[in-house]
């Protein structure tokens, strides 16, 4: 039997913690695989300079290196807060299928993060980032490559 309210109070307790030591932003979350903790993730985006390393990501990326593999199906992820538009993408890129979060996008919003912003911008056809498709004769080339080896590995 799962223990949601075990792993969210944790998730919510870390994401406190990680405020207090300075780490990064009210954030954390954590994998679970057959109702056993894989791995933590922390919000280090202020602490390593890097914009990507959200709680999600980092869980992930520690999973799937403790697992070994890029394919988490049958684990869950328990989030501090829902996921942002680039921590869910890599929840799909994970095989995730079950996320528990406690704090919502409307929360987040209230203490200036932009999660929601960018959740309504992704409805719209204004988007303040410019996307410019660049015609050229060779855009398929990595993909024609992909398509012909013999070894790859479908993700």
């Keep these: 039997m799962r223990d949601i309210n075990k792993f969210i109070n944790k998730v919510i307790n870390l994401a406190v913690v990680n405020v ?47 697992l070994k593999t890029f394919d988490l199906a049958g684990s869950e992820i328990y989030c501090s807060c829902q996921p942002c538009p680039m921590c869910l993408s890599a929840i799909y890129w994970a095989n995730i299928k079950t996320v528990y979060y406690a704090g919502t996008k409307e929360i987040a919003e209230k203490y200036k993060f932009q999660d929601n912003k960018i959740y309504k911008e992704l409805k719209t056809k204004i988007k303040s980032v410019n996307l410019i498709p660049v015609k050229t004769g060779n855009a398929e080339q990595a993909f024609i490559a992909w398509d012909n080896k013999k070894d790859k590995i479908l993700y």
């Design 20 to 66: 207090t030591k300075k780490n990064g932003g009210p954030f954390a979350a954590l994998i679970v695989k057959d109702n056993r903790i894989v791995s933590y993730g922390y919000n280090k985006v202020t602490s390593k300079c890097d914009p990507t390393l959200h709680a999600e990501i980092d869980a992930i990326r520690k999973a799937a290196k403790k």
